[in-house]
């Protein structure tokens, strides 16, 4: 066969789509254009050649390999059916357990006048919103939601989402690229870190809660846009982001704040404003605030708040909010509910501080090693993922319900018990469960 326009080398000639090409920054090498050249193709290889060249590993048996690898360390995760709540008891496999995993902090799952409004709500709307906010999904039930956290948390604007993991990548893909970078405490939750490396900006982590290593951190990021992230309140710990020093921090060189209250809304601050109204501190100096939907405030979605320029880029430019389905009406009518409830209701943040104190005294009483945690969630950490799976069984064996946390949610060595407290819990709750912990082998 004869080639066109080859190439004469040493006495032979060469078929150009042979030659080496160029160097091209972004591969090393630079493929060249078929279409435009009159230069054919090469013959496409046989069955057998293509086997011999191409032996890609088989993505499936990959991850099979993965799962086996972690069955074998006794880390396999897999979800347990509830066949019925019942305020803070449950029944799984024809079992009540005094439920004590939840994140339904202020007890408002279940209630009626919250049940009442998404009921009433989703017969004058239907179920689903049938279209993205900025198509025709936007109803006026979302509307009035933002509205109400908007007047909550003193932000001048917010956009709903339908999770926090959405909200959280959706903010920093709006916020960040690869000329920028992110600095966040290394036990942030894990939509923040993933976040930042979706967005593909520089990311950087710090010590927990340490102020000095999150300033290292952002002194080496110099001249570049830089997000600090930290999750207000931890999720696995409990303890809450020292974020007055973190604002001062951000202020100094230059940074942007953004805090992931999840777990401090409805729980902290003047009628559960959350942490950074607890922290005293406002939009300008926490120009980022993130927040779920489905914790204290027991409903489901996520919302960011901050300035109007900022809810104008994200409508703009966060994916996760432009090309998605906008949450049901009803679900957003709910959670007005229960943004009205949380607030008014300050009752509900008293007897949880109370229950939390208790907690606290009985369990520094039995000698268990508690955290230093202020809210609902109160870790007893046991170290090794096995102790840690032992110590829930025979709690559930009693009648109590508390989850094993292990890695790689946690750090390898720091496997717990993770006790969620709830207004809806009683005094006589609490002390069932010291009592079943007190009885734990130790």
């Not at 060189?253 to 559960?272: C, P």
Request: proline residues 5%.
């Amino acid at each position: 066969m004869q080639y066109p326009f080859s190439v004469r080398k040493k006495g032979r000639e060469t078929p150009p789509f042979l030659l080496r090409a160029a160097p091209d920054e972004g591969s090393g090498t630079r493929a060249i254009d078929h279409a435009a050249s009159p230069v054919p193709s090469p013959l496409p290889l046989s069955r057998g050649e293509r086997g011999s060249k191409l032996m890609r590993p088989n993505l499936l048996q990959s991850l099979a390999a993965r799962v086996a690898e972690r069955e074998r360390a006794g880390l396999m995760r897999r979800a347990r059916t509830v066949d019925a709540t019942r305020g803070v008891r449950v029944t799984i496999g024809g079992h009540e357990l005094l439920n004590f995993c939840s994140n339904d902090y202020l007890g408002l799952a279940q209630d009626a006048r919250i049940v009442k409004a998404l009921q009433h709500a989703a017969d004058k709307c239907g179920v689903g919103s049938s279209a993205a906010h900025l198509v025709c999904g936007h109803r006026r039930e979302h509307t009035r939601l933002e509205e109400a956290l908007c007047e909550w948390t003193g932000r001048d604007a917010a956009l709903l989402f339908s999770s926090g993991w959405l909200a959280n990548l959706g903010v920093m893909q709006a916020l960040l690229d690869r000329d920028g970078a992110c600095v966040q405490d290394k036990w942030n939750h894990a939509s923040l870190l993933d976040a930042a490396q979706l967005a593909g900006a520089m990311l950087k982590r710090y010590p927990h809660n340490d102020v000095d290593g999150a300033a290292r951190q952002l002194e080496g990021t110099e001249g570049k846009p830089a997000l600090l992230a930290t999750d207000g309140v931890f999720s696995m710990d409990g303890d809450v982001a020292p974020l007055r020093e973190l604002a001062n921090v951000c202020r100094r060189e230059g940074a942007t704040l953004m805090v992931d209250d999840a777990h401090g809304l409805g729980v902290l601050g003047t009628h559960g404003a959350g942490s950074i109204n607890d922290a005293g501190l406002s939009e300008t100096d926490t120009p980022v605030l993130t927040a779920t939907l489905g914790k204290a405030l027991g409903c489901s979605g996520a919302f960011v708040a901050g300035s109007h320029a900022l809810i104008e880029g994200l409508t703009q430019f966060a994916r996760t909010f432009v090309y998605t389905t906008a949450m049901p009406p009803a679900l957003a009518a709910a959670a007005h509910e229960a943004v009205r409830i949380a607030r008014a209701e300050d009752w509900r943040r008293g007897k949880l501080l109370a229950l939390i104190t208790r907690f606290r005294n009985g369990a520094a009483q039995l000698g268990l090693p508690l955290a230093d945690s202020r809210t609902a969630i109160q870790p007893i950490v046991l170290g090794g993922a096995g102790p840690a799976v032992a110590a829930s069984r025979t709690l559930e064996a009693e009648g109590v319900l508390v989850t094993a946390i292990r890695p790689p949610t946690v750090p390898h060595g720091k496997a717990r018990l993770r006790v969620a407290l709830s207004a809806a819990h009683e005094e006589a709750d609490v002390d069932r469960l010291l009592d079943a912990l007190a009885r734990l082998p130790r």
